[in-house]
């Protein structure tokens, strides 16, 4: 098109639009220029589409009017590729910020690394990022924005408080982890000896605080860590600091170790070679152990854990800790009020070798060596039978109550003989707890909205100089209702949690089979096994139960 010319100034790295209106034939068409530009090389530069339509305007209305003075506007423009860094406010990361160029230069990796350095980017800075990030620009149109981090710092490590070894493990532990004989293999009938400590003795360890990890930042600083804090000892019955270290926790007074909840206590414990009509029965304050059997009717009661080295035969045992029978226990289902005539009842968990007839009261769990039969069991956690690694026992012929797993090699026998699983008790307690929490806040909501609304009003009024002192003591109270309120609805936060978890959590699993006879219960919701199944697991989802099969090897 006539009348039309280009001007580019290396100076300036704009270009120029020259219309010239007494040489031009026909209007000037936008569409034609920015072809033209195209042609002419200069089709990636900017183009500002506003001074390109201000100059053929102007240039048609002078061709329209017979004007022929010269228009002349800059149109476009050669950019470099902009690179701009952003830094976080904990100065832990640099992003990159990359403006593809319009017809100029893209700078290199090392370019980019530089400019970092000069914006005070000086540790943690990836060549790889940096790499990756030019690599996709150099595919992008003009003017398109990348942003990547390309600077990482690293943030301090907080140090570890104390640490608690005991040094002497728990009968149940000890029970639960066989000795190796001498070639490594496990020894089930070997369960080492009966850990009772004498005064003086060493029970527990405490090791220092750690001092953490130092950090940097992306501009060099360094980061220094805070220390863990150093924690005193539970002091527990029957122990004392060492005097030569303070890190040391010394026995008292002979008797048998337990540790729970970084407390170390020193029960008192009771010795005997066995239970029967010529001990008679054993109530005692502290902790029982018997190296021998306990005979048919005799009764023994202890406050604290009660270990058994042989064989329990329809006797009652109850403790305020855990029981530990190192053998096995049998008694005679009676079709009179008493039910079961060998009662086992703990407040902690429970350890049996193998028992029929037995009736199991658990505050926590219940763990069988071999099998179980026969038996009414009530448990607060879980039922295993067989190894804790991976129970190969068999369960059959009960009828449990539990709050968490089942777990055994065979579950049900190929008689068909019913085993039931009831997991209900602690969904209820569940629920229970979280519709009263519920009605509360609900109650309380109503309350703190109703006496918000009062006190608005109250406080837009013009009070007198008497009643200030009774309305910052309202505001106050409406601050702690407040306060409550938020505590409250955290705490039906955190039962809702633990209703899906405990949902989560229960299950039957069979690591051989399941037999027909085998059912498990959640409120209304059951699952009855009709034929045999391979080792699987029988989990509660969705409000419905499932079988999945097990596909581990």
């Not at 120029?16 to 040489?23: A, F, K, T, V």
């Not at 006797?315 to 096995?328: L, S």
């Not at 039922?383 to 709050?403: H, R, S, Y």
Request: with cysteine.
């Amino acid at each position: 098109m006539k009348g039309i010319a280009f001007n580019y100034n290396s100076d300036t790295q704009y270009v120029s639009l020259i219309l010239l209106p007494g040489d031009m034939e026909k209007e000037a068409d936008m569409d034609w220029i920015k072809n033209a530009l195209q042609e002419n090389g200069y089709g990636d530069f900017y183009l500002s589409q506003k001074a390109l339509k201000s100059a053929c305007d102007k240039a048609n209305l002078c061709f329209k009017t017979g004007d022929k003075t010269e228009v002349s506007a800059e149109i476009a423009q050669l950019r470099h590729a902009e690179v701009d860094f952003t830094i976080s406010e904990d100065n832990l990361s640099a992003t990159l910020r990359l403006t593809t160029p319009y017809g100029g230069r893209m700078p290199n990796a090392i370019t980019i690394r530089n400019l970092a350095y000069k914006n005070r980017i000086t540790r943690g800075v990836g060549m790889r990022h940096i790499n990756n990030l030019l690599k996709a620009a150099e595919r992008a149109e003009p003017g398109k924005v990348f942003e990547e981090i390309i600077a990482k710092g690293l943030p301090p490590r907080t140090g570890k408080g104390c640490r608690f070894i005991p040094l002497v493990p728990n009968a149940l532990e000890r029970i639960l982890r066989p000795q190796l004989d001498e070639n490594s293999k496990s020894d089930l009938r070997n369960l080492g000896d009966v850990i009772c400590v004498k005064t003086g003795t060493p029970v527990l360890r405490r090791t220092p605080p750690t001092q953490g990890r130092k950090g940097f930042d992306v501009r060099g600083n360094v980061l220094y860590p805070k220390p863990g804090e150093w924690t005193d000892f539970k002091m527990g019955t029957g122990t004392k600091v060492c005097e030569e270290d303070d890190n040391i926790l010394l026995a008292t007074k002979s008797g048998m170790p337990k540790y729970n909840d970084l407390r170390m206590n020193i029960d008192e414990t009771f010795i005997c070679n066995g239970v029967n009509v010529g001990t008679g029965h054993v109530t005692y304050d502290g902790a029982v152990l018997v190296n021998g059997d306990v005979a048919e009717n005799m009764r023994i009661k202890a406050t604290k854990d009660i270990t058994i080295n042989g064989f329990v035969e329809s006797a009652t045992i109850e403790a305020g800790g855990d029981i530990i029978i190192t053998e096995g226990a049998m008694g005679k289902v009676t079709s009179n009020t008493d039910g079961y005539g060998c009662v086992l009842i703990a407040g902690g968990s429970i350890h049996v070798q193998h028992g029929q007839g037995i009736e199991i009261k658990a505050g926590k769990n219940l763990t069988v060596g071999r099998q179980l039969a026969y038996s009414k069991v009530q448990s607060g956690g879980s039922v295993t039978v067989g190894n804790i690694q991976k129970p190969m026992g068999n369960l059959f012929a009960c009828d449990i109550t539990c709050q968490d797993k089942v777990e055994a090699g065979t579950l049900g026998a190929i008689s068909g003989s019913t085993l039931k699983v009831d997991f209900s008790e602690g969904m209820s307690a569940l629920l229970e707890r979280k519709e009263s929490t519920e009605e509360l806040l609900r109650q309380l909501r109503e309350n703190n909205s109703r006496h918000r609304e009062k006190l608005n009003v109250i406080t837009n009024r013009i009070l007198h100089k008497g009643l200030e002192n009774k309305v910052s003591e309202a505001k106050s109270l409406l601050t702690n209702e407040s306060a409550l309120l938020n505590w409250l609805e955290q705490k039906a936060a955190e039962l809702a949690t633990m209703k899906e978890e405990y949902q989560r959590r229960i299950c039957l699993k069979a690591n051989k089979r399941i037999y027909a006879g085998v059912s498990a219960k959640l409120n209304n919701r059951n699952w009855r096994s009709e034929r045999e199944y391979e080792r699987c697991r029988i989990r509660y989802e969705g409000h419905k139960w499932h079988y999945e099969p097990d596909t581990s090897a």
